[in-house]
């Protein structure tokens, strides 16, 4: 026979192994609206003097506020504008597409609501640089 109070520790425990579950997880909860349902913005920055490697910058608003968005790392091949590798929030995280396609996305950041996606881009933006630097100088 389970006491009341063995009761109520058991179910603690079953509720903290299942929040642990959450809280290691790197992806969260943040999921953005349909993208037809928002406003797109893009641009593109040269990256070099010759304008061989650039930044794309993709983003989606909703109501004023930052809802999705994605960031192409290209170089100009003959063929044109190649994504080299990308960061991008979508499965509930921010993460890095890298060039080598074997490797799994690396994560910038966590996303459970809409704030997150503008902390997350924040992050981005000052990890792109270094990402296209490291391209640039290996040649890729």
């Given amino acids: 026979m389970t006491r009341r109070s063995q009761q109520s520790a058991k179910a603690l425990r079953a509720a903290d192994r299942e929040n642990d579950g959450v809280l290691v997880s790197r992806t969260g909860s943040y ?3 349909p ?3 928002c406003r797109q913005k893009q641009w593109e920055q040269p990256y070099d003097d010759a304008n061989s490697i650039r930044l ?3 983003l989606w608003r909703r109501d004023g506020r930052l809802v999705e968005f994605v960031v192409n790392i290209q170089k100009l ?3 044109g504008w190649l994504t080299i590798e990308y960061f991008d929030c979508c499965h509930g995280h921010c993460h890095l597409h890298r ?3 074997q490797l799994p996305p690396e994560t910038v950041e966590r996303l459970d609501d809409i704030a997150d996606v503008t902390t997350a881009f924040g992050k981005v933006e000052s990890q792109v640089h270094d990402r296209v630097r490291i391209i640039r100088d290996k040649g890729a």
Avoid: M
Wanted: aromatic residues 6%.
């Fill in 31 to 33: 999921e953005p609206p």
């Fill in 35 to 37: 993208r037809e349902k």
């Fill in 56 to 58: 794309q910058f993709i």
């Fill in 77 to 79: 091949t003959a063929d």
């Fill in 99 to 101: 060039d080598n396609a």
